[in-house]
C-alpha cells in the first residue's frame, strides 16, 4: 500500500510539473499567437497589381510572377531586391517602417509599383 501510495504521488507532481510547463491557452482553445499580416502583388502582362498597397506594420507582401517573362522587384533606393522571379516564383519582403516604397522591375523598368505602410486606421492622401 506504501508502495502504491509513492507512485501515485509521483505521477500527480509529474503531472503537475507538465502543466505549470504548457503554453498558455485563449478562450478560443488553442495557444496564443500573434497573428501574421500578408498581402499579395501580383505580376501579369508587364503590370504590378495592384500598383499601389496600403499595408500596416508588420505586413509581408508576397509578389508572385503569373507572366511568362521573368521580372524582378527592385526597391527605387536599394533597400531591398529580388532575384528574377519565373513563372510561378515569388518573393517576399516584410515592412516594418512606416513609409512609402517605391519599387520596380529592373528588368522592365516601365513597371512600376509602390508599397505605403501606415498605422491601422489611417487613410492616405495619395
Known sequence: MLRTRAVLLGGAA????????????????????????????????????????????????????????????????????????DTDDSFSQTFSAPGQYQYFCSIHPRMVGKIIVQPAGKTSSN
Open 14 to 85: 509529474l503531472s503537475a510539473m507538465l502543466c505549470a510547463a504548457a503554453p498558455a491557452v485563449i478562450s478560443g482553445g488553442g495557444p496564443a499567437l500573434a497573428a501574421a499580416k500578408a498581402a499579395s502583388v501580383k505580376i501579369d502582362n508587364f503590370n504590378f497589381t495592384p500598383p499601389t498597397l496600403v499595408v500596416e506594420p508588420g505586413t509581408t507582401v508576397t509578389w508572385t510572377n503569373a507572366d511568362d517573362s521573368p521580372h524582378s522587384v527592385r526597391e527605387m533606393d536599394g533597400r531591398f531586391k529580388s532575384a528574377a522571379l
